[in-house]
């Protein structure tokens, strides 16, 4: 019973632990995309767009 009670707890701080990261990293992409910025998940920072994206200038051209 003991054993139980032990993988309970710890399984219910492991999902405290993950939603409370998972709300940290939503409150620095919401104030990256605020402040203009493009985040880049795969280094985990802010980065400023491109100066020409692709996508504008194709819709330039129709």
Do not use: F, Y
């Not at 707890?9 to 620095?28: E, F």
């Not at 985040?39 to 504008?56: H, T």
């Amino acid at each position: 019973m003991r054993t139980r009670i032990l993988i309970a707890l710890v399984t219910v701080a492991s999902l405290g632990v993950l939603l409370t990261w998972q709300g940290h990293r939503q409150r620095l992409i919401d104030g990256c995309q605020a402040s203009g910025g493009i985040w880049n998940g795969a280094v985990s920072r802010c980065e400023k767009p491109p100066r020409s994206p692709i996508l504008q200038r194709e819709l330039q051209r129709t």
